[in-house]
């Protein structure tokens, strides 16, 4: 099953997006700092 609208969904998304732009970057910065986290936690672990 294939959406028919979806460029306008796509647009309603990035329009949603648009106007949450502190939320958007507040999840990057926490996916970041994870990602980080469990790249360099094997490292540390002597």
């Given at each position: 099953?294939h959406?028919?609208n979806?460029?306008?969904?796509?647009?309603?998304?990035?329009?949603?997006?648009?106007?949450e732009?502190?939320?958007?970057?507040?999840?990057?910065?926490?996916?970041?700092?994870?990602?980080?986290?469990?790249?360099?936690?094997?490292?540390?672990?002597?």
């Open positions: 099953m959406a028919e979806t460029g306008k969904t796509l647009c309603r998304v990035l329009t949603f997006f648009a106007n732009k502190t939320l958007v970057v507040m999840l990057l910065v926490i996916v970041s700092f994870g990602t980080v986290c469990a790249v360099l936690a094997p490292s540390l672990q002597t």
